[in-house]
């Protein structure tokens, strides 16, 4: 594994890299590093490919600005742009989770001639804090309170509608501080809890038995049993925890947070795009139990499938929840490595 560092207008960022051959770059999400994805880099490379893994603005090893508009749609593309030139290329093969997602399904329709193909990971095109404001329908909405259902709505206040009813962590995040001093000051704690929370035994749902006045987002977070699950290991949590905490407790989880932040600006950026096709060869890979999929309403897949024409195949995975990469990494790249064979990537 190579480590990299670029500038993307003044910003710093980390990557690492492993192969030869055509360029795989995969994004993660939140509470997401580069090395979400150490369980695909290898098995990439060892298929004939150049893998690269981003440390996203705001997280480990890259810069983490503090303003909010840092990190809107539109810089998170001007990242990938800057990453292709750092390593020569005109075009990559696009892998991305959660926030990663809905960025590689920006970069689709809105610089296309730099995407070979993309390969979304747990949320389905359309389905990025209202990035777009066209996910899901009415009916979901009423639905379990679905966030993302009223394009004319903006997201922030769809958030504030929901937790007049109960706790929801995206409103909880809207305000520049509470959640900063909380999770930092918890980090290891957290991000346990969080990523048991949304693997496949866990339940990351249960905050709408929660108030929202006096409710941090620990409150809600069941207690996680001890590790090695199986899937992650203790000295998988350390690195994790070692790597946000490297800017200090305040600044450990900006870049997440903001990401939250910017919804209603990445719901105007969106519009121009309102209504746009992924064109370039897509596929889709998600656990069966992961939270957003319930989340986002029963008319999301479908959707989906309607606004991508060269979508490959929709793959759901047993046994796995949020992080499907790590969960059930066999079945992830099996998914992953018969798509690029196909000539996808």
């Not at 959660?98 to 590689?104: I, S």
């Not at 006045?213 to 977070?221: C, I, N, R, S």
């Amino acid at each position: 594994m190579q480590d990299h560092f670029f500038d993307s207008g003044g910003t710093r960022l980390h990557a690492v890299s492993t192969g030869r051959g055509p360029l795989v770059v995969f994004c993660h999400g939140f509470p997401g590093l580069w090395y979400s994805w150490h369980r695909q880099l290898t098995a990439v490379a060892g298929a004939g490919f150049r893998a690269v893994a981003l440390d996203q603005r705001g997280y480990g090893q890259s810069d983490r600005p503090l303003a909010v508009s840092a990190y809107d749609s539109e810089q998170h593309c001007r990242d990938l742009l800057a990453l292709l030139a750092h390593f020569g290329e005109r075009e990559a093969c696009f892998v991305g989770h959660d926030f990663g997602a809905a960025q590689v399904c920006n970069m689709a329709v809105r610089y296309p001639q730099h995407c070979r193909a993309l390969v979304h990971v747990s949320c389905p095109y359309d389905f990025d804090l209202a990035g777009r404001g066209c996910a899901g329908s009415d009916a979901a909405a009423r639905d379990y309170g679905r966030p993302f259902a009223l394009p004319h709505i903006k997201p922030t206040d769809c958030f504030a509608a929901i937790a007049e009813q109960h706790f929801f962590h995206m409103h909880y995040f809207q305000t520049v501080g509470p959640a900063e001093r909380e999770l930092g000051a918890n980090a290891a704690g957290f991000l346990q809890r969080l990523y048991w929370s949304l693997s496949a035994e866990g339940n990351l749902l249960g905050w709408d038995r929660f108030p929202s006045a006096g409710t941090g987002y620990l409150d809600v977070l069941a207690p996680a049993p001890a590790l090695p699950w199986g899937w992650l290991e203790q000295a998988d949590l350390a690195y994790l925890t070692s790597q946000y905490l490297l800017a200090g407790e305040e600044l450990a989880f900006i870049g997440g947070l903001n990401s939250y932040r910017v919804a209603d600006r990445n719901w105007e950026l969106g519009k121009p795009w309102a209504d746009a096709r992924v064109e370039v060869p897509s596929l889709f890979i998600a656990g069966q139990q992961d939270a957003v999929l319930q989340m986002v309403g029963t008319d999301a897949l479908r959707l989906m499938r309607a606004r991508m024409p060269r979508l490959a195949a929709e793959v759901l995975i047993p046994g796995a929840g949020h992080f499907v990469q790590l969960e059930q990494a066999e079945a992830f790249n099996r998914a992953l490595l018969d798509f690029l064979a196909a000539g996808s990537g």
